[in-house]
């Protein structure tokens, strides 16, 4: 008989013990010019976050001109009094670096990430980049056109769609966050390089701008690098704007954006809630997590794994735009789509899990396995600058102190069953919803209205 081989197995790597940690605190300074610094040192981070937080939101967009935030800060990365777009470019590829903008309603940003040995160049392109942009007419001319491709594109996706029309129903039509983020076609095409200097001039300075550095700064002369970078950028000393008051509708009701022949329907439903400023937010965290925050959720496991009627459904809650004194709004909704002849039993189904929450509320398995997800992987989530940059710079634009991510996540583990369960039905009460479907109007209109979740509205996609 042959001789079975034995194998030898090394030993299991056991677990290290744990070490405790917390949200890293920035060290907050202002240069010459005003502009505030906020830098935080993580050792063997060798690629460099930076954000730029510019006090430009949404709402000072000039009547008519929805989307000129977006067009200049795309624009800042197409040429300065130094380089032309190529050359600029060239320039930000040259030092292995990435530059991004975006415009949302609190305000807009600017994202690079450089290796630490480049951040002296990319800081540079930067600086230039705020302090002379280029807005060539041909550059803004090409940005604008291709910001009219891509709506057609967006109002094609079902997701897109239902957000816009939640937007519309929710906000009265006179303020900006009823309008998309971006522009419609109407205001985009106004847009010239003469509109996009004049929101520039108007809103873009040092004093009420903020920039957020993070990595290895081992060895860096950050003080000297930001004073000859964006130290030499100058302008007014102007006050931030004023915040103005979201007003919002979640009167319950139900508007179907139809698309005949869909074979699923978008779902969008949603409310304004409080802002981060709220001594409800952790527990309002916490309890939305439970609902329906992951594959393990309340929502998740009767509509996908019980009925079978969706890949994912996700709850969750977003701050619009923050404010110190109560102003501020953040956006709850439910988002997922479900099969066509599904979807009257699946709202059915939803409002039902809704009810029974309200009824009986969280169990304490839900709130731990919550706490565990939210908080356990914490260190992970943060584990590189870009990310911790990132959530420094909301902070900054949702004017809160430095320490609030560190006390979130302490007051996550502190929150109990009961106040995240108040919180939760709080935030989405039953008879205050305002759903959106993108679907075939045909065959889910009856089945919805049987439903009596609020009077249903039909409106024609573009």
Same mark, same amino acid.
């Given at each position: 008989?042959?001789?079975?081989?034995?194998?030898?197995?090394?030993?299991?790597?056991q677990?290290?013990?744990?070490?405790p940690?917390a949200?890293?605190?920035?060290?907050r300074? /202002?240069?010459?010019n005003?502009?505030t610094?906020?830098?935080?040192?993580r050792?063997?981070?060798?690629?460099v976050?930076v954000?730029?937080?510019?006090?430009?939101?949404?709402?000072?967009e000039?009547?008519?001109?929805?989307?000129?935030?977006?067009?200049m800060?795309r624009?800042?990365?197409?040429?300065?009094?130094?380089h032309?777009?190529?050359e600029?470019a060239?320039?930000?590829?040259?030092?292995?670096?990435?530059?991004?903008?975006?415009?949302?309603?609190?305000?807009?940003?600017?994202?690079?990430?450089?290796?630490?040995? %480049?951040?002296a160049?990319?800081?540079?392109?930067?600086?230039?980049a705020?302090?002379?942009?280029?807005?060539?007419?041909?550059?803004?001319?090409?940005?604008?056109?291709?910001?009219?491709?891509?709506?057609?594109h967006?109002?094609?996706?079902p997701?897109?769609?239902?957000? +816009?029309?939640?937007? +519309?129903?929710?906000f009265p039509?006179?303020?900006?966050?009823?309008?998309?983020?971006q522009g419609?076609?109407? #205001?985009v095409?106004?847009?010239?390089?003469?509109?996009?200097?004049?929101?520039?001039? +108007?809103?873009?300075?040092?004093?009420?701008? #903020?920039?957020?550095v993070?990595?290895?700064?081992?060895g860096?002369d950050l003080d000297?690098l930001?004073a000859?970078?964006?130290?030499?950028?100058?302008?007014?000393?102007a006050?931030?704007?004023?915040?103005?008051?979201?007003?919002?509708?979640?009167?319950?009701?139900?508007?179907?954006?139809d698309?005949?022949?869909?074979?699923? #329907?978008?779902?969008?439903?949603?409310?304004?809630?409080?802002?981060?400023?709220?001594?409800?937010?952790p527990?309002?965290?916490l309890?939305?997590?439970?609902?329906?925050?992951?594959?393990?959720?309340?929502?998740?496991?009767?509509?996908r794994?019980?009925?079978?009627y /969706?890949?994912?459904? %996700?709850?969750?809650?977003?701050?619009?735009?923050?404010?110190?004194d109560?102003?501020?709004?953040?956006m709850?909704?439910?988002?997922?789509?479900?099969?066509?002849?599904?979807?009257?039993?699946?709202?059915?189904?939803?409002w039902?899990?809704?009810? #029974?929450?309200?009824?009986?509320?969280?169990?304490?398995?839900?709130?731990?396995?919550?706490?565990q997800n939210?908080?356990?992987v914490?260190?992970?989530?943060?584990?590189?600058?870009?990310?911790?940059?990132?959530?420094?710079a909301?902070?900054?634009?949702?004017?809160?102190?430095?320490?609030?991510?560190?006390?979130?996540?302490?007051?996550?583990?502190?929150?109990?069953?009961?106040?995240?369960t108040?919180?939760?039905?709080?935030?989405?009460?039953v008879? %205050?919803?305002?759903?959106?479907?993108?679907?075939?109007?045909?065959?889910?209109k009856?089945?919805?209205?049987?439903?009596?979740?609020?009077?249903?509205?039909?409106?024609?996609?573009?």
């Amino acid at each position: 008989m042959t001789e079975l081989a034995t194998m030898e197995f090394h030993p299991r790597p056991q677990a290290g013990e744990a070490k405790p940690w917390a949200f890293p605190a920035p060290e907050r300074g /202002t240069l010459d010019n005003g502009l505030t610094v906020l830098r935080c040192h993580r050792p063997g981070q060798q690629v460099v976050a930076v954000e730029v937080v510019l006090d430009a939101p949404l709402d000072a967009e000039p009547e008519d001109l929805d989307g000129v935030a977006t067009i200049m800060a795309r624009a800042f990365s197409e040429g300065t009094d130094k380089h032309s777009a190529e050359e600029f470019a060239a320039e930000l590829e040259r030092c292995g670096a990435t530059l991004d903008a975006h415009a949302d309603h609190p305000g807009v940003r600017l994202s690079l990430e450089v290796p630490a040995s %480049r951040l002296a160049k990319g800081l540079g392109l930067v600086a230039d980049a705020l302090r002379a942009p280029a807005f060539a007419d041909s550059e803004i001319e090409r940005l604008v056109r291709n910001r009219l491709d891509e709506i057609p594109h967006e109002l094609a996706n079902p997701s897109r769609r239902a957000a +816009k029309e939640l937007a +519309k129903e929710l906000f009265p039509a006179s303020a900006r966050m009823s309008r998309p983020r971006q522009g419609t076609e109407e #205001t985009v095409a106004r847009i010239d390089s003469a509109a996009v200097r004049g929101f520039y001039e +108007k809103h873009v300075r040092p004093a009420t701008a #903020t920039a957020v550095v993070v990595g290895d700064l081992t060895g860096v002369d950050l003080d000297a690098l930001l004073a000859d970078t964006l130290g030499a950028w100058t302008g007014s000393q102007a006050q931030p704007r004023p915040v103005p008051p979201v007003v919002a509708d979640d009167t319950g009701r139900v508007v179907i954006v139809d698309r005949p022949g869909a074979v699923q #329907t978008q779902l969008l439903i949603g409310r304004t809630g409080p802002d981060r400023h709220d001594r409800v937010w952790p527990a309002q965290v916490l309890g939305t997590y439970c609902l329906g925050g992951t594959l393990t959720s309340r929502l998740d496991r009767v509509l996908r794994e019980e009925k079978g009627y /969706t890949y994912g459904v %996700r709850a969750f809650g977003q701050v619009l735009r923050s404010a110190p004194d109560g102003t501020g709004a953040s956006m709850l909704a439910v988002s997922g789509s479900v099969d066509t002849p599904n979807t009257g039993p699946a709202l059915d189904d939803l409002w039902t899990v809704l009810r #029974t929450l309200a009824a009986e509320g969280l169990t304490d398995e839900e709130r731990d396995v919550a706490v565990q997800n939210l908080v356990g992987v914490a260190p992970l989530k943060y584990e590189t600058a870009a990310a911790v940059a990132s959530t420094l710079a909301d902070q900054v634009e949702q004017h809160l102190p430095d320490h609030y991510q560190a006390d979130l996540y302490r007051q996550l583990a502190a929150t109990g069953t009961v106040e995240a369960t108040a919180a939760v039905v709080n935030a989405f009460p039953v008879d %205050r919803l305002v759903t959106v479907l993108v679907g075939d109007a045909a065959q889910i209109k009856a089945p919805v209205e049987a439903l009596g979740i609020g009077e249903v509205t039909v409106v024609t996609a573009e």
